[in-house]
């Protein structure tokens, strides 16, 4: 049982932890994306609407080490982009630049939840008070008889003891 809780907790702290960082990366990815790709030269339409993507495929691709900007952007977008700017978008330096700022926002929501849960685990641990060992119990006298009654030898036919 106690396995099973044990599992059960591990995935649901792995649920809790990916929540977080998506939602840190939602508050400040779609602003930093914006910003990073009219930089660079997109035209505002096409860095909007890659903005305001979810940002579970952008987490993803960061923990996969892939740049998403040459599917994201479409080939119509970069071929519009001069291509020294277009080099530079689907470059292996863009992306991981880009998502820095929104990424470290995510990992302080996740360890700032984690910190609040051991804070809240250490306290519930404290406050259960000294150890306690269990001792067992001394038998009753009518207990200890009722055994060797019950574990007594019984005779068999002939009138001898097993």
């Known amino acids: 049982m ?11 702290s792995i649920g809790v932890f990916f929540s977080l960082m ?6 400040s990815l779609p602003a930093s994306l914006y910003h990073g790709l009219v930089s660079h030269g997109v035209p505002s339409a096409a860095a909007g ?5 979810p940002p579970v495929s ?3 691709a960061a923990f996969l080490g892939y740049n998403p900007m040459q599917h994201l952007l479409g080939s119509s977008v970069l071929s519009q982009l001069p291509h020294a700017q277009a080099i530079v978008l689907t470059g ?15 990992l302080h929501a996740a360890f700032d939840f984690a910190i609040a849960a051991c804070l809240v685990a250490a306290a519930a641990s404290w406050s259960r008070g000294d150890r306690y060992i269990h001792q067992p119990e001394p ?7 009722v055994a060797a009654v019950e574990h007594a030898p019984v005779p068999n036919e002939q009138g001898s003891r097993l």
Not at 2 to 12: D, G, I, M, P, R
Not at 49 to 53: K, S
Not at 139 to 145: F, Q
């Open 2 to 12: 106690n396995v099973t809780f044990q599992n059960s907790a591990q995935v649901l």
């Open 22 to 27: 998506i939602i840190g990366l939602a508050g």
């Open 49 to 53: 609407r890659v903005a305001n993507l």
């Open 58 to 60: 952008t987490l993803f």
């Open 92 to 106: 292996r330096r863009f992306f991981p630049a880009l998502i820095t700022g929104p990424f470290s926002s995510g």
């Open 139 to 145: 038998a009753s006298p009518h207990a200890a008889s």
